[in-house]
């Protein structure tokens, strides 16, 4: 298994994990939302985890690069479910959170 590899899958467990723990009333809607957004952008995770393990991206940058991407997070069920915009935001920012302390963890 390689590097990558090894990141996404801890990044879906950990995924999984943060919607058991805070978002169980929209779980499986948001679990869905989660596994889209991340096969969305997994060439672009790709590339920039690639740059962080060369040192040529910071943790900073790395994060402003993912935080670019979480636009395309799609909620739309989420909002049709009730959710607010706040809650939604903070859903984002979440799996954004994730993407990058799992990198940080996993690959450095």
């Known amino acids: 298994m390689s590097d990558f590899d090894r990141y996404l899958e801890t990044l879906k467990d950990e995924l999984t994990r943060m919607v058991r723990e805070h978002w169980a ?38 994060r402003f690069l993912v935080e670019s991407k979480k636009d395309l997070l799609e909620l739309a069920a989420l909002k049709e479910a009730g959710l607010s915009a706040i809650r939604l935001e903070q859903f984002r920012n979440g799996v954004v959170n994730l993407a990058v302390s799992t990198a940080v963890d996993v690959l450095l």
């Open 25 to 62: 009333d929209w779980g499986e809607e948001a679990l869905k939302s989660g596994d889209r957004f991340l096969r969305d952008v997994e060439g672009d995770l790709r590339r920039w985890t690639a740059l962080l393990v060369e040192r040529r991206l910071t943790e900073e940058e790395f």
